[in-house]
Nanobody, 114 residues
Framework: VQLQASGGGLVQAGGSLRLSCRASRSIFSGNPMAWYRQAPGKSRELVARIRSGRDPDYRESVKGRFTISRDNAKNTVTLEMNSLEPDDTAVYYC?????????WGQGTQVTVSS
């Protein structure tokens, strides 16, 4: 499975960005699709995850600001990011797990200026 992410960029604090990720083939809806991020000098961390039949998971610091959604027909997962803060600056990675393997997208840079 190949994951192609897009939508990063530079935005001022308080602004919004929309990240999209398309999988090269269908991902069973019960398998997770997620967004992680990694800031310079920090470990990669889960931002949001979505699986069929369960409420999405969000890290505490993005709750109420970020929304993850999924379109199984188009094999895409989207992350709507609002009220962005400088601490949201990171490389964002799309992720899925299927057929016993984990797959990562190439990463897209999100930079939030103060």
């Amino acid at each position: 499975v190949q994951l192609q992410a897009s939508g990063g960029g530079l935005v001022q604090a308080g602004g919004s960005l929309r990240l999209s990720c398309r999988a090269s083939r269908s991902i069973f809806s019960g398998n997770p699709m997620a967004w992680y991020r990694q800031a310079p000098g920090k470990s990669r961390e889960l931002v949001a995850r979505i699986r069929s039949g369960r409420d999405p998971d969000y890290r505490e610091s993005v709750k109420g600001r970020f929304t993850i959604s999924r379109d199984n027909a188009k094999n895409t997962v989207t992350l709507e990011m609002n009220s962005l803060e400088p601490d949201d600056t990171a490389v964002y990675y799309c992720y899925t797990r299927t057929d016993g393997h984990e797959y990562w997208g190439q990463g897209t840079q999100v930079t939030v200026s103060s």
